[in-house]
T-cell receptor, first 113, second 117 residues
Framework: DAKTTQPPSMDCAEGRAANLPCNHS???????VYWYRQIHSQGPQYIIH???NNETNEMASLIITEDRKSSTLILPHATLRDTAVYYC??????????????FGKGITLSVRP | SAVISQKPSRDICQRGTSLTIQCQVD?????MFWYRQQPGQSLTLIAT?????????ESGFVIDKFPISRPNLTFSTLTVSNMSPEDSSIYLC??????????????FGPGTRLTVL
């Protein structure tokens, strides 16, 4: 079972920041928070991941609370192409089958013009 | 990241037949995975494709139904055997690439959309 909970959906206006929340209250010290998105039944696209520090890349920022029980993915300037299902996934550190991805239902982000 | 391709991109098959899906990556990778996404659902891991040994299947998936081959470090196949309409899904392969050197990241192929009549 997925170890994260996300609201089922949210929307935001084009050009505004989209803040996608995720709860992972049972996260362990050796587990990372990963974010993927899936646009219209394409293969999931990796966005970002982090352990405890905030992370930023060209796609998004990841803000993890100090107690690590929740996080927020921020798309700074949402566009219509950001409309997708966003998955927040907790994953054990390491490689291979012992650190597999378990997908929950995700949150559907709708960006409106 | 890596360039991952899957063939076919979609297919419509008759029940009782089998379909083999190919996954090709443009660089050598240690770990490859196969997922299923049933209509309106999230992704479920089917198995880990191990190079040089038998695949490791998740609970609820068996080798007779989903045989997997991994002949080298850039290629894998998943066969959906004796298909029924319940097998209609998107099948996705993914590969694991090292980034931090401690926790690797999975990247996904475009998927194969299978419809079984």
């Amino acid at each position: 079972d997925a170890k994260t909970t996300q609201p089922p959906s949210m929307d935001c206006a084009e050009g505004r920041a989209a803040n996608l929340p995720c709860n992972h209250s049972t996260i362990s010290g050796n587990e990372y928070v990963y974010w993927y998105r899936q646009i219209h039944s394409q293969g999931p696209q990796y966005i970002i991941h982090g352990l405890k520090n905030n992370e930023t890349n060209e796609m998004a920022s990841l803000i993890i609370t100090e107690d690590r029980k929740s996080s927020t993915l921020i798309l700074p300037h949402a566009t219509l192409r950001d409309t997708a299902v966003y998955y927040c996934i907790v994953r054990v550190a390491g490689t291979g089958a012992n650190s597999k991805l378990t997908f929950g239902k995700g949150i559907t982000l709708s960006v409106r013009p | 990241s890596a360039v991952i391709s899957q063939k076919p991109s979609r297919d419509i098959c008759q029940r009782g037949t089998s379909l083999t899906i190919q996954c090709q990556v443009d660089s050598q990778v240690t770990m490859m995975f196969w997922y299923r996404q049933q209509p309106g659902q999230s992704l479920t891991l089917i198995a880990t494709a191990n190079q040089g040994s038998e695949a490791t299947y998740e609970s609820g998936f068996v080798i007779d139904k989903f045989p997997i081959s991994r002949p080298n470090l850039t290629f894998s196949t998943l066969t959906v055997s004796n298909m029924s309409p319940e097998d209609s899904s998107i099948y996705l392969c993914s590969v694991e690439l090292g980034t931090s050197g401690f926790t690797d990241t999975q990247y996904f192929g475009p998927g194969t959309r299978l419809t079984v009549l």
